[in-house]
């Protein structure tokens, strides 16, 4: 089978943007943001339904969408073994004869996702694969953690070569509104990150309202990070749309002001191949094509892959569920 698409180019290039070097804080503009939260919340709703990804090219975004996987293991039994076996996976993602009958092969994720006691294992495991590994340190989830211990966790994961760090905010600054203590902080993990690409978790379940969302996607950035990531996963409400749209358009804006991409990681709860299309058109609709990559886009999950394998599988022997055909194809 052929996909029929410019698409179908998924084996890219692991190097990411260069660096957001960050901007000063300015408080005048962090306090005009402004988010109209019902104009969102419709446009949101809408998007499920849209038909941007037509049914020929569906296989061919199912792989892009794995390219741009952080496959993740984040649990408290979490052991070397495990993350060798994820790591296999990240290496090769799909099934050999399923790959070759979608013309995909050298198809790998975007990078594997660990705590920091797994970066070394998780390192071994991907020698010469050039995939990087990404440690979620700084006290995850819930980064209330000492302030020196979380810079030295960041050394130390980056130390056993980790090659991106998600850390996570401190959300009592966003809750009390104290941006520069927000600056600051983000200022100073970006510094401890040395060569490593910074990922800065907003939590966004836990920051009340859309229009915090914006401010602290806004202030993240001007702080130097070069992702802007929804969740931990361990939150009770994770990635959502309304939420990616704010971040989105947040991101946008600050490419308009500064020239710097910095890339978007919804995670958390994204476990279905449709989903993940719906992300997939939402990126294209409001940032375009070029944010479409795994320099600048990842979804964080740990179940999705399995679900889009089982898509793919139905795409390679022509066999399309009812739930593909309804509203997708
Ligand atoms: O950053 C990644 C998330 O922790 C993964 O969440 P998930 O297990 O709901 O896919």
Redesign the pocket.
Known sequence: MTIRTETAQTHLPQTLEPRNAGVPLDLDQVAGVAVNTSAVERRAGTLPGRRTVKKEFQAAWLCRAISCI?L?T?SGDDTAGRVARLCAKARQPVRADLLEALEMEGLTVGAV?VYHDMVAPARRALEGSGIPVAA?STGFPAGLSPFHLRLAEIEASVAQGADEI?IVISRRHVLTGDWQALYDEMRAFRAACGAAHVKA?LATGELGSLRNVARASLVCMMAGADFI?T????ESV?ATLPVTLVMLRAIRAYHAATGYRVGY?P?????KAKDALVYLSMIKEELGDRWLRPDLFRF?????LADIERQLEHHATGRYSAGWRHGLG
Do not use: F, P
Request: glycine residues 16%; hydrophobic residues 30%.
């Open positions: 952080d993740t984040l996702c979620v998600d978790i990531k969740s931990t996963g361990k994770n990681k995670a958390g709860g994204i476990s964080g999950a740990s179940s999705l």
